[in-house]
């Protein structure tokens, strides 16, 4: 790496600076005022049962008291459910195995990123609205996959709701986390655009730009001009966020048990395959594309698998304290 800095310095700046270019066009306008108000509604509801999201909580079946996590998972975008799990377990408002549990299914890009970066791609709102659909439905799926009983109930701990001096202190930190992470990414993404992806198709060029970095991914989605197609990969690189998500989550997440973040993300990556294929022979009946029997069985397969290592997963501990730091 440091020897590519130094023979090739221009593309290591070209790839900073568009870094730095959709960090602040982009991602500080759609995600900071999020990470804001997310902070503030996590502090100020957690541990409180609010009847109006109590359907939602038990539909997710988390414990009373969680359903702002659960909200601002959904809602939020990413990594912000994520970080906002890490922090409640930090300040002892949830239990190490309730965080466990909602990391497979509460970290997800939120409508802001999705009507703003992905909306554009699409003549029809109608088809992001699709997308948001099938990328919810595939984290509920996510969280129907993973067992839950009264290990999960928290801890019952109250914690002070945050002033707005702390609220901004956190949100800068969270959004110069994510920046740095989306500006290495461009990085290297710049240098493998300079060898290796100009050489590959429109779609293989999106999807591994996706694979590394999601925003990156969603911006190409452009270079793709079946309608099908977009729609696909669009729905493929939602679920799995990227690398450069999965770098963030896991940086802001210390003391978090990620074990089922993986697992989780790989099975909405698969639902949310199989229904994307299914909805864009609808929705694009002129430009649908018609993948061979042998990939959709596959993918059914990798859900089915996922569902059951989920559920036989070995029980969580009934005792499990909260973590403090």
Not at 139 to 166: E, N, T, V
Request: aromatic share 10%; net charge positive; charged share 10%.
């Amino acid at each position: 790496g440091m020897l590519l800095l130094i023979l090739d310095t221009q593309t290591a700046a070209e790839g900073a600076r568009e870094g730095l270019q959709l960090c602040i066009r982009t991602l500080i306008p759609s995600l900071f005022p999020f990470f804001i108000l997310s902070n503030l509604l996590t502090s100020s509801m957690l541990e409180n049962n609010f009847a109006f999201l109590r359907p939602f909580g038990k539909l997710c079946r988390v414990s009373p008291g969680d359903e702002a996590l659960v909200a601002v998972g959904f809602l939020g975008g990413y990594p912000v459910g994520a970080q906002n799990i890490a922090l409640s377990l930090r300040n002892g408002t949830i239990s190490q195995d309730a965080a466990k549990r909602m990391m497979a299914f509460c970290n997800n890009a939120g409508p802001a990123f999705l009507f703003g970066i992905i909306g554009p791609m699409f003549s029809s709102k109608s088809a992001v609205w699709l997308l948001w659909i099938i990328h919810i439905a595939g984290a509920l799926a996510a969280s129907f996959a993973i067992p839950s009983g009264s290990s999960f109930q928290s801890p019952a701990k109250r914690c002070r709701p945050m002033d707005m001096s702390r609220l901004m202190e956190q949100a800068v930190k969270t959004m110069a986390n994510v920046c740095g992470w989306v500006i290495i990414f461009r990085i290297v993404l710049q240098f493998l655009d300079t060898w290796v992806l100009w050489r590959i198709s429109a779609p293989g060029r999106v999807l591994m730009s996706g694979f590394f970095e999601l925003s990156n991914g969603c911006v190409r989605l452009s270079e793709i001009t079946n309608d099908g197609l977009r729609f696909l990969i669009g729905s493929g690189i939602l679920a799995f966020g990227g690398l450069c998500v999965t770098m963030q989550t896991f940086s802001l997440c210390r003391g978090c048990d990620m074990s089922c973040y993986f697992p989780g993300k790989i099975l909405q990556g698969a639902f949310s395959f199989l229904a994307s294929y299914c909805m864009q022979l609808i929705v694009f009946p002129g430009s649908c594309i018609r993948l061979p029997m042998g990939v959709i069985l596959f993918a059914a397969v990798v859900l089915l698998s996922m569902v059951f290592c989920l559920r036989k997963t070995k029980n969580f501990s009934s005792n499990s304290a909260p973590v403090v730091v």
